[in-house]
């Protein structure tokens, strides 16, 4: 049982590029999430899905855009990247978002350095 | 609206000390509340959790209990060790239609041989 998958681990972006963060669980989890965390900040949550084709936006969404064709993936798109959002980002799921108790799964986590 | 306040760290402590992070929260509702715990490289892991006023989560050693009262969740362990190293976030799970994770800032804890 994979889990939650991110990749890529390790990103360096040129300010301007684009790219996407993929993330896909095998839980058949219908919640998914994006975090990012950065020192002082904690985690704080930039997309979020409750089920395929259904997308909301969490505290810090711009720069960011996300789609959710199926329930196992959930990817995440920077559209021109910034020096600001140098970042760790979390990929999350859950069968719900937490308010049940229900465990939130973490992915490893995407080091992101955009220069 | 909801949010989570734990201590600031770093802590840093010897090993076999007593550890207590504290955390306070403010909610509508009775949220579901967790510790999560990050070591160096790694995702965040699902510590403990409560899911109503006067539960207590356990594992690994560590304990906390959901205080109503206080609106506290405060994370403890008897006696740590090196491998106890890493950053605790605690966290809120709300409800009501909107439902998604609030975290504290992480307390970064150090524990030496």
């Known amino acids: 049982n994979a889990g939650v998958t991110q990749t890529p681990k390790f990103q360096v972006l040129k300010t301007g590029q684009s790219m996407t963060l993929q993330c896909a669980q095998d839980m058949n989890h219908e919640y998914m999430s994006w975090y990012r965390q950065d020192p002082g900040m904690g985690l704080r949550l930039i997309h979020y899905s409750v089920g395929a084709g259904i997308t909301d936006q969490g505290e810090v969404p711009n720069g960011y855009n996300v789609s959710r064709s199926t329930t196992e993936d959930f990817p995440l798109r920077l559209l021109s990247a910034a020096p600001s959002q140098t970042s760790v980002y979390f990929c999350?799921?859950?069968?719900?978002?937490?308010?049940?108790?229900?465990?939130?799964?973490f992915g490893e986590g995407s080091w992101l350095t955009v220069v | 609206g909801n949010s989570v306040t734990q201590m600031e760290g770093p802590v840093t402590l010897s090993e076999e000390a007593f550890l207590t992070i504290n955390c306070t929260y403010t909610a509508t509702g009775y949220p579901s509340l967790f510790w999560y715990v990050q070591y160096p490289g790694e995702g965040l892991q699902l510590l403990l959790k409560a899911t109503k006023a006067d539960d207590k989560g356990s594992n690994k050693g560590f304990e906390a209990t959901y205080r109503k009262e206080t609106t506290s969740f405060h994370l403890e362990k008897g006696s740590v060790q090196v491998s106890d190293s890493a950053v605790y976030f605690c966290a809120l799970g709300s409800q009501g239609g909107s439902e998604k994770l609030v975290f504290g800032k992480g307390t970064k804890l150090t524990v030496n041989p």
């Open positions: 999350a799921s859950s069968l719900d978002g937490g308010g049940s108790g229900n465990t939130i799964y």
